[in-house]
């Protein structure tokens, strides 16, 4: 509860989409405003969660071809912590969340010491690393990933975290790149592999060059 109004105050996580819009897109005639806010609901339900194709979507799905009685606006916002403020974000173990993966990092990331191209490596680093959680994870206690990510004196530090097991590493030589290429992009590393999941810690210095592995 806000101390000095007494409203409800509700966080809402890293990743949450806010999506705002004005009357015409849930008023038509004939039809009470309730089923319009129905159709929203049923439209987000289904959408991307990149915010310029949720808007796509969610016109699509309520407007369509159809005449518009009314002016629509529309604007979708996507909530995203910058450094150094810490970033907690919990996405489903699925492929279509690697987008958000890579855009909250990038957001989080532009506000921390890091150059450009270190940023892309701490970037390219995390989503291995989730990649890995989600492709290798067996037998998960559930369908999330989480990522961490904090600011810590002259370090950026990653921690990625899965509820499964890791799959043997393939003995294909185009396959289990994952780690040294996360290894080579990261001052360390650490994989820590336990029955509850597998944790994966990356750090980089904001002073110093990652070390290449051979």
């Known amino acids: 509860m806000c101390p000095s109004c007494g409203k409800k105050i509700v966080k809402l996580p890293a990743g949450t989409v806010i999506l705002l819009y004005t009357d015409g897109l849930v008023e038509r005639r004939g039809q009470s405003i309730d089923d319009g806010f129905d159709a929203v609901v049923r439209a987000l339900r289904e959408s991307p969660t990149d915010p310029d194709r949720l808007l796509e979507h969610v016109l699509?799905?309520?407007?369509?071809?159809?005449?518009?009685?009314?002016?629509?606006?529309?604007?979708?916002?996507?909530?995203?912590?910058v450094a150094p403020q810490r970033l907690d974000l919990n996405v489903q173990s699925h492929i279509r969340s690697m987008d958000l993966i890579r855009d909250a990092m990038r957001a989080w990331l532009a506000g921390s010491p890091l150059d450009r191209s270190a940023t892309e490596d701490?970037?390219?680093?995390?989503?291995?690393?989730?990649?890995?959680?989600?492709?290798?994870?067996?037998?998960?206690?559930?369908?999330?990933?989480?990522?961490?990510?904090?600011?810590?004196?002259?370090?950026?530090?990653?921690?990625?975290?899965?509820?499964?097991t890791w799959a043997p590493p393939s003995r294909r030589d185009d396959r289990g790149l994952g780690l040294p290429l996360i290894g080579a992009l990261s001052t360390s590393v650490d994989v820590a592999r336990t029955t509850t999941g597998t944790t994966v810690t990356i750090e980089r210095s904001v002073t110093s060059e990652p070390t290449t592995i051979g």
């Open 60 to 81: 699509d799905q309520i407007v369509g071809s159809g005449e518009r009685e009314d002016d629509i606006a529309l604007l979708a916002a996507r909530l995203l912590p």
């Open 122 to 164: 701490v970037v390219l680093a995390t989503w291995e690393a989730c990649a890995n959680g989600i492709e290798h994870a067996v037998d998960p206690s559930d369908e999330l990933l989480s990522i961490r990510a904090e600011l810590e004196d002259d370090r950026v530090r990653v921690v990625v975290k899965d509820t499964g």
